[in-house]
């Protein structure tokens, strides 16, 4: 199995930044994509930033310039830095692991448990 863990959430006022971070642990072999979601209340859950193992990064369009993503491919780990924060940056956001491969593995996706980002304006 494999265990993505986050921290790094919390409350900030608008124009204020956060670092999220997300570990992966567990028995495989490599990870393909490692990124961001966020769902917000009465909202679907939407892609934030990912990276590739080999450092194709892809943002969605309200983050852009504001969000940058870094992944350590040795330590199986993600950064989200946020800056310039909103207001509708408010949601939980949630790691995710895609394309995982390794032994026994029953799925090649998998989540963190989330991490509440609450913006105040």
């Known amino acids: 199995q494999v265990q993505l863990v986050e921290s790094g959430g919390g409350l900030v006022q608008a124009g204020g930044s956060l670092t999220l971070s997300c570990a992966a642990s567990?028995?495989?072999?490599?990870?393909?994509?490692m990124g961001w979601y966020r769902q917000a209340p009465g909202k679907q859950r939407e892609l934030v930033a990912t990276?590739?193992?080999?450092?194709?990064?892809n943002y969605a369009d309200s983050v852009k310039g504001r969000f940058t993503i870094s992944r350590d491919n040795a330590k199986n780990t993600v950064l989200l830095q946020m800056n310039s924060l909103k207001a509708e940056d408010t949601a939980v956001y949630y790691c995710?692991?895609?394309?995982?491969?390794?032994?026994?593995?029953?799925?090649?996706?998998?989540w963190g448990q989330g991490t509440q980002v609450t913006v105040s304006s």
């Open positions: 990276e590739t193992r080999g450092g194709t990064t």
């Open positions: 567990g028995t495989f072999f490599s990870i393909n994509t």
């Open positions: 995710n692991a895609g394309g995982v491969s390794g032994l026994g593995l029953r799925r090649s996706d998998y």
